[in-house]
Each structure stands twice: as C-alpha cells, then as structure tokens.
C-alpha cells in the first residue's frame, strides 16, 4: 500500500462557498480536475474555472430538487475502489469509473437551520443526505482520498500538495478519515436529537450526542486527567457560546464553574441587577441589587473568603464601577451579558482576568437535554427547567409570609435549585447570608450555613450574622424536624421547602411551635 497518494481529481460540493474560489483555484494550478455539484458548480464556472459537472459523470441530471444527484456508482466508485486491488481496478475500468482523490464538502445547515427556529420542513429538508454518503464513502477510502470536512481541512491538504508535488500523505489521509466519522456523527446526532424532540419522545432507542472541538485544554479536572472542550449546535447563552475578550485560557475547571455561574444567573433573570458569586460550581454568594455594584457587594459578603479565586456572573452589562469593584480580590472569571468601555479598560490592567461576554442570559424555563457517563453507560435526562411561581406556594403552618419574606423565600429558592444537594440556602433582603453545599445530612447543611454567616460576620466585623430573621431554603424535604429547628436556631423565620416527606406533619408542628413560618414547592430541585 502505497504512502503517498496522487490527488488528479477533486469532488467539491459545499453549502458554505466562503474560500471556495480560491480553493479551487489551487487545486487547478497542481492540474487537479474539478468536478462539482448544483450552486458549487456555477460558482466555480461563474469565476472562470473548467468543472465537470456531476450529472456529466453520472449521466444523470439532478432531479427532485437536487435532493438525487451523487447517489451513483460513478461518484462512490470513484472514491470506495481500492487502487491497488486488480480486481477493483478492473471493475472500475470495465464500468468508465475514474478516481476521485479529493472530496470537500461541508455539510448542509441543519443545526444552524434548528437553532435559528425553523419549521418541521425547513429542517427536514436541510438533513443532508448525499453529502454524507460521499464523505463516508471517501473516509473508508482515507489511505487513498483526501475528505475534507472544512475549510481547514482542505487548507491543511493544499499546504502538503504544495510541498509534495500534488500528493498527500496516506496517514494524513487516515486522519482526516477519522475527523470524518466523527462529524457525520455528531451530524447524525444532531437530526437524531431533533426528531425525537418533534415527537416528544423522551427515552428513543437509541440516542447519540455530539459537538466540534471548541478548545483543547491543558488538562482536566486534575493534571494528570486530559481534556478537550466540545460546543454543540445549541445556540443558548452561555460559557461554550460566549465572547472571550481577555485573559488566560480557560481550564476545564473555569468551564465547568463559569457554566454553573451564568445558569444560576439566568434563573434571577434580567428585570433586576443581579451577581452570583461561583467556586467549585457552587454558590458562595448571589444577591439582587439596585445596581450591579450594589449587587456585587452583597454577594460578597456572604463568603468573602470563599470568593476569592472564584467565578463571578452578572445579569446586566458591566460596567467600570463595578469592574472596580471585581478587581480588589483575585477572580479567575467574569462572564455578564456585555460590558462598557470603561469595565473593558479596568480589566484590561488585569491580564489574566478572563472576561467571558455571552450577548443574552439562559432561559432558566427552556426545555432540553443533559447526559453524564457511568461505567458502560449514559445518564440521559432533562435540564432542570421547573420553576415555581409566588401563586404555586402553599402555605402549610399557622403563620403565613409576609410579603417581603415571601420575596426573600422565592429568591432562596432559586439559587437552592443550582447548590449541590443536599442544601439550605439562608437569605435576607434579597441576598444570600449563608449557603450550606453538598452535604450528605441535611442537617449538617444547616450548620454549616449557619457557620459560614458566623465567619463573614466576624470578618465584616458585624455584632450578629446576617442569618437573624432571614429566610431558609431547603432543595429537597426534611425528613425530620431537626434540620428546620436547626435553620431556626441559626435565626430563620421562615421556610420554603418541597414537602412530601411521610413526618411532613411533625415538620409543621415543629415549625409552628417555633413560630416559623413555611411554604411548600410541591417540587424538588436535587443537583449531584
């Protein structure tokens, strides 16, 4: 098998024609012959390059609006027959079937078609389909044809023909043939995805997940683990969406954490001024304010220790004053929907700051789907998009919120719902005072809750922590009334939790012997 291959005939037939011209124009000057399809066709011939078209091939037009024109044996011969095989080579002599050295061909919109919200139809008829059939086709032939999935591919194959007299090698041949079954996965994954969304089937067969590689990282969650960065056709605002502007490139642990900041953002939404405050995907302070400043403060005084080094998410645009504000303490990232000049300029002085600028907030009530391995398989379910509005409480003790704890009741809630369970959540006047994370008693959540307002009341140097008449959330029930009177003894008022628990009625009496007031959700909001 020979290590070099001959490139003496190319197939081009794309959606995107950005570069196309040029492309071709390379590939004519090593005296490649150009064959090629429909819109890629006239778009070579309209610029004064010699192509074949298709239909001369194959001795058949395109028909039934282009959807039948490469589904020949005069197209997939030429790329599946094994040159050095005397009987396909006499095949192919026997039936006029000449090689085909050279397929580039980017593949029809589908996922751009899905994500800009086109109809039924308009994605149907943006699945390609001849167009992954000739790239597979080529890629088992990949020793022997150059497939080329996008421009860079082609680019990287025109850079070797220059050096190497019009020949590629049969390795990058094969690697390139790797890329290929990869893409046409993740594009099959993508119709595969959509279909069963159409029919609101929630568990098909079988199912597959795919993206194109966004960033290769230094390393994973830990040095010695590798890792790369993958963005799929989903157009939601977010950490795999967004503008970097500056700074170091991310880690996966900036990915991962900067993920779980601007999700919880987007669940406060955008009608008030509002920070989060990430480490280790956990909040360690969220908090609405007047102003993203005003904002920005509060949420750093619930754990100042703990947000150093960590992840802050904005809902609004930053701007100088609090970009100053930001750089006092070292934060690894920032990620808002914009910023202003001035916020560009004070970061600018801190190099390694990464500023992440998404251009929209998450839908925290858009449906759609996440998976995680386990040994030999995948976890597949829906992204958490419940929410519970102030009309869906049910008041379930003698004492019923007030209007401003009721607030501060659903403000908790929402930010519980991107803790790690179990979780209590201490809140007053619209910011967190304490957070408890990824316990496994509910109870030692409480205190530790509790704990962490203790410690920042000390460090701001204030008589009592904030936690004294403050609200307490709860993302899943209290199995016993322990963990209540322990949020109780920390200084909470009143309760939102889900209830459903079988001593839910010695939880109220708990909580009504304390004087507490408490609400259930009726929902859960475990996050492992």
């Known amino acids: 098998m020979s290590e070099r291959f001959q490139v003496r005939r190319a197939l081009l037939s794309v959606s995107d024609k950005t570069g196309l011209v040029e492309y071709a124009q390379r590939l004519a000057s090593h005296g490649v012959e150009l064959v090629s399809t429909g819109g890629s066709a006239r778009t070579l011939k309209e610029a004064g390059l010699a192509v074949k078209d298709v239909a001369d091939l194959t001795g058949y037009p395109e028909m039934m609006e282009g959807r039948v024109k490469t589904l020949h044996p005069a197209v997939h011969g030429g790329l599946l027959y094994l040159r050095d095989k005397e009987s396909h080579v006499e095949d192919a002599e026997r039936h006029g079937i000449e090689p085909i050295d050279l397929v580039y061909i980017n593949l029809y919109p589908f996922e751009a078609t899905v994500a800009s919200g086109a109809g039924f139809e308009e994605c149907i008829e943006n699945i390609d389909i001849g167009g992954p059939a000739m790239l597979r086709a080529a890629a088992k032939n990949g020793h022997s044809v150059a497939v080329c999935t996008d421009a860079d591919d082609l680019a990287g194959v025109l850079a070797e023909m220059d050096d190497n007299d019009a020949t590629v090698s049969a390795e990058h041949g094969r690697r390139l043939a790797a890329k290929t079954y990869a893409r046409t996965a993740a594009y099959d994954a993508a119709i595969s995805g959509w279909y069963a969304s159409q029919l609101e089937e929630t568990a098909p067969d079988w199912i597959g997940f795919g993206g194109g590689l966004l960033q290769r990282l230094r390393y994973g969650e830990n040095p010695h683990q590798s890792a790369a960065f993958y963005q799929t056709g989903e157009k939601r605002p977010g950490v795999a969406n967004a503008r970097q502007v500056q700074g170091k490139e991310l880690s996966y642990n900036n990915i991962n954490d900067t993920d779980a900041a601007y999700e919880l953002i987007g669940e406060l939404g955008e009608e008030t001024p509002a920070v989060a405050i990430i480490k280790h995907a956990n909040p360690c302070g969220v908090a609405l304010g007047e102003s993203p400043i005003e904002a920005y403060r509060e949420a750093l005084a619930c754990d100042p220790t703990s947000a150093f080094g960590g ?106 719902k991107h803790v790690k369970s179990n979780t209590i959540v201490y809140a007053r006047d619209r910011a967190t005072v304490g957070i408890g994370a990824g316990q496994m008693s509910r109870i030692d959540s409480a205190r530790i809750a509790a704990r962490k307002a203790e410690d920042a009341a000390e460090a701001a140097g204030w008589d009592a922590p904030r936690t004294k008449g403050c609200v307490a959330a709860s993302d899943a029930f209290f199995p016993f009334p322990d963990g209540l009177l322990q949020a109780a003894s920390a200084g909470a008022t009143a309760v939102i939790q889900p209830g459903g628990s079988i001593r839910d009625d010695d939880v109220i009496a708990a909580a009504n012997e304390a004087g507490i007031a408490m609400v259930f959700t009726g929902m859960r909001h475990f996050r492992h």
């Open 311 to 416: 992840i802050v998410a904005l809902n609004r645009m930053l701007d100088e004053a609090t970009a100053e504000e930001i750089t006092k303490i070292f934060t690894e990232v920032v990620i808002a929907p914009g910023a202003d000049e001035g916020a560009l300029a004070v970061f600018e002085k801190k190099k390694n700051l990464r500023l992440l600028l998404a251009n929209g907030l998450p839908d925290p009530a858009a449906k759609g789907r996440m998976a995680k391995t386990v040994a030999g398989g995948l976890l597949v379910q829906d992204r958490d998009f419940g929410r519970i509005t102030r009309d869906e409480l049910r008041v379930v003790t003698e004492k019923a919120p007030d209007e401003s704890q009721m607030d501060d009741l659903l403000f908790a809630w929402r930010v519980a």
